[in-house]
């Protein structure tokens, strides 16, 4: 039989093994090796179509080892971004717990670091935010997408999705 088992027998006859001839075999005289393409150009054909395989199996290899660190760089930057999610959180939950008579303005007196700290922690939500989409994109990228498909998930053009997240 050949490498992928093509060769069909069913009530005692046999077609050749080429993909696509679906021609009968002829009956076997018994002696040496079985036949398992009809001609020449099935086993040709047989070859080419191995070969085919192979080569999209070892794209699909070479793009899983590409994607290991687009895939070790977005789920960081997730990270990175809950984080300074629960942070904002924390922030709001902390200022309603407080007694009204001690507000931000009384405690903030005296402390410059605390000015604007509620759109410090957004800012940083931004950005770790940011670093998601970016992270996001390379894998898209590294996983074969086009810049249209990535700029139709963005809702902009392939150019301008491009132009803001290609690597230099």
Same mark, same amino acid.
């Given at each position: !039989?050949?490498?992928?088992?093509?060769?069909?027998?069913?009530?005692?006859? =046999?077609?050749?093994? *080429?993909?696509?001839?679906? %021609?009968?075999?002829?009956?076997?005289?018994? %002696?040496? &090796?079985? &036949?398992?393409?009809?001609? @020449?150009?099935? #086993?040709?054909?047989?070859?080419?179509? /191995?070969? #085919?395989?192979? #080569? &999209? @199996?070892?794209?699909?290899?070479?793009?899983?080892? *590409?994607?290991?660190?687009? /895939?070790?760089?977005?789920?960081?930057?997730?990270?990175?971004?809950?984080?300074?999610?629960?942070? =904002?959180?924390?922030?709001?939950?902390?200022?309603?717990? &407080?007694?009204?008579?001690?507000?931000?303005?009384?405690? /903030?007196?005296?402390?410059? @670091?605390?000015?604007?700290?509620?759109? #410090?922690?957004?800012?940083?939500?931004?950005?770790?935010?940011?670093?998601? !989409?970016?992270? *996001?994109?390379?894998?898209?990228?590294?996983?074969?997408?086009?810049?249209?498909?990535?700029?139709?998930?963005?809702?902009?053009?392939?150019?301008? $999705? $491009? /132009?803001?997240?290609?690597?230099?």
């Amino acid at each position: !039989m050949a490498g992928l088992g093509v060769v069909v027998v069913a009530g005692g006859r =046999v077609w050749c093994g *080429a993909p696509g001839c679906g %021609r009968l075999l002829p009956a076997s005289s018994g %002696r040496g &090796r079985p &036949r398992e393409f009809c001609g @020449e150009a099935c #086993r040709s054909r047989w070859r080419r179509f /191995r070969a #085919r395989v192979a #080569r &999209r @199996e070892a794209v699909r290899e070479a793009r899983g080892e *590409a994607l290991e660190e687009p /895939r070790y760089l977005l789920r960081t930057a997730a990270f990175r971004a809950s984080a300074a999610a629960r942070a =904002v959180a924390a922030l709001v939950d902390a200022e309603g717990e &407080r007694a009204p008579w001690d507000t931000e303005v009384r405690r /903030r007196e005296g402390h410059p @670091e605390r000015a604007a700290w509620w759109t #410090r922690a957004a800012v940083a939500l931004e950005d770790a935010a940011a670093a998601v !989409m970016a992270a *996001a994109v390379a894998a898209d990228r590294a996983a074969g997408d086009t810049w249209a498909a990535v700029g139709e998930a963005l809702g902009v053009s392939a150019d301008t $999705a $491009a /132009r803001r997240y290609r690597k230099e």
